[in-house]
């Protein structure tokens, strides 16, 4: 149903199910085929009236309308967040746990299956730390955003038609504060923290978790892929191209010295075992050093190389 069946009825959405009723009743007659034959627009007319009956003409099915709608809206009013994490605060997932609440058509359903239906979505983030944290554990402040039940309606206007000065009708607020987060000894990067409860409130039903992924810094010239470090190694290129040694700096600190293969390729990598952190091995790979501020007698060389066709 993608019309408003309120607009269609032209009845307002505080209108009483006698009122709407009524209404549809008085529409329904003007437009029927059998007074308007062969008006297409007529018909087009009595069908919309039709539909949006169906969708608004019951208690129960306009409960549910006005459920679905509200959350609508609500996705809506954040159109520039639909694809994006803001700060942790994922909306499409919010609304996949909201609209994917429990497929029950029963009314019956009691309090205690809906409260087990129903789930606030998880938060996922990362939080990021140096690795000698990371190893000894410590303890992170994270700022925190997620939907907290209305403390004015304590989520009892979501999916009704009261509606709550403080939220909207939503039944939860978007409120930010700072947790401590601790990080337990010989934590490694990529490692997940699970936090119950901290992700985002369900108006009608239990809170959902926040997932934490550890990030260690690996420091400048160095990345994580895959949960190894790579060491970017910058190696002028006469040494690339004849071979040599070089010097590199551990992610712990020591110096260790490298051969270098004559013919050695950009982005070529070498493993190095136990130097990186925590004794885990470490995968260097070559970059070309930056030549800027040629010398002449460099640039002599170079031109001579051009000469030769290199
Ligand atoms: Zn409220």
């Not at 190095?272 to 260097?284: C, T, V």
Request: charged fraction near 35%.
């Amino acid at each position: 149903m993608s019309e408003d069946p309120y607009k269609v009825l032209g009845v307002g959405r505080d209108a009483t199910d006698a009122e709407i009723k009524r209404v549809y009743r008085k529409l329904a007659r003007q437009y029927h085929p059998d007074r308007n034959p062969g008006d297409k627009a007529a018909e087009e007319r009595f069908k919309s009236i039709q539909s949006s009956y169906d969708a608004i003409g019951t208690k129960d099915a306009r409960r549910k309308y006005d459920e679905s709608k509200r959350m609508e809206d609500f996705f809506n009013s954040n159109p520039n967040q639909r694809n994006t994490r803001f700060s942790g605060f994922d909306i499409p997932d919010i609304f996949s746990q909201m609209f994917g609440g429990p497929q029950n058509n029963s009314q019956r359903v009691n309090r205690r299956q809906q409260r087990d239906a129903y789930r606030g979505s998880d938060i996922t983030s990362g939080i990021d730390m140096d690795y000698s944290d990371a190893d000894t554990g410590c303890k992170i402040e994270f700022d925190h955003r997620r939907l907290r039940t209305c403390a004015k309606c304590e989520g009892s206007s979501f999916g009704s038609t009261r509606s709550c000065m403080l939220c909207d009708g939503r039944g939860v607020i978007s409120r930010t504060s700072t947790i401590i987060v601790k990080i337990p000894p010989k934590s490694k990067h990529g490692q997940k923290i699970r936090m119950r409860g901290l992700g985002h409130d369900h108006p009608k039903g239990e809170s959902g978790d926040l997932i934490l992924t550890i990030r260690v810094d690996a420091k400048e010239g160095r990345r994580w892929e895959d949960g190894r470090l790579i060491q970017s190694v910058k190696i002028p290129y006469s040494t690339l191209m004849l071979g040599g040694k070089c010097n590199i700096r551990t992610p712990s600190g020591d110096s260790v010295r490298i051969d270098v293969k004559a013919g050695t390729q950009i982005g070529d990598r070498r493993r190095i075992p136990k130097m990186s952190y925590g004794g885990a091995d470490l995968d260097i790979e070559f970059a070309l050093e930056d030549s800027t501020n040629l010398t002449e007698s460099q640039k002599d060389v170079l031109e001579r190389l051009r000469k030769e066709g290199l």
